[in-house]
């Protein structure tokens, strides 16, 4: 599902559904850095929404805070690999847009 929303949204915004991606593309050099940061608060504000939106389909109040610290080898092992996949799928998908 992943590789279709960027195979989808990938030629309208770039695929830039997390700022490690838009980070990426600075570091490339395919973008400047006032965009991407323009595109990380977006993104940020986005999450928030998206978190809010989640909720209510669990059955949760849509404001709530973690009581269970969330960090540890295994957290942070799992994020690291999780977007090296994304910015990998979107970087390998840029050869499919138009």
Same mark, same amino acid.
């Given at each position: 599902?992943l590789?279709v929303? =960027?195979?989808?949204?990938?030629? !309208?915004?770039? &695929? %830039?559904?997390?700022?490690?991606? *838009?980070? /990426?593309?600075?570091l490339?050099?395919?973008m400047?850095?006032?965009?991407?940061?323009?595109?990380?608060?977006v993104q940020? =504000?986005?999450?928030?929404?998206? !978190?809010?939106? &989640? %909720?209510?389909?669990?059955d949760? *109040?849509? /404001?709530?805070?973690?009581?269970?610290?969330?960090?540890?080898?295994?957290?942070?092992?799992?994020?690291?690999?999780?977007?090296?996949?994304?910015?990998?799928?979107?970087?390998?998908?840029?050869?499919?847009w138009?």
């Open positions: 599902m590789f929303l =960027i195979t989808m949204l990938g030629p !309208v915004s770039g &695929a %830039h559904f997390n700022p490690a991606v *838009s980070m /990426a593309f600075v490339c050099g395919d400047g850095k006032r965009e991407a940061a323009t595109y990380i608060v940020i =504000i986005a999450s928030i929404i998206s !978190v809010w939106a &989640a %909720h209510p389909m669990f949760l *109040s849509i /404001a709530q805070t973690s009581i269970k610290a969330r960090t540890g080898i295994d957290q942070w092992s799992a994020e690291v690999i999780a977007t090296f996949g994304l910015v990998l799928t979107i970087f390998g998908g840029l050869k499919t138009p």
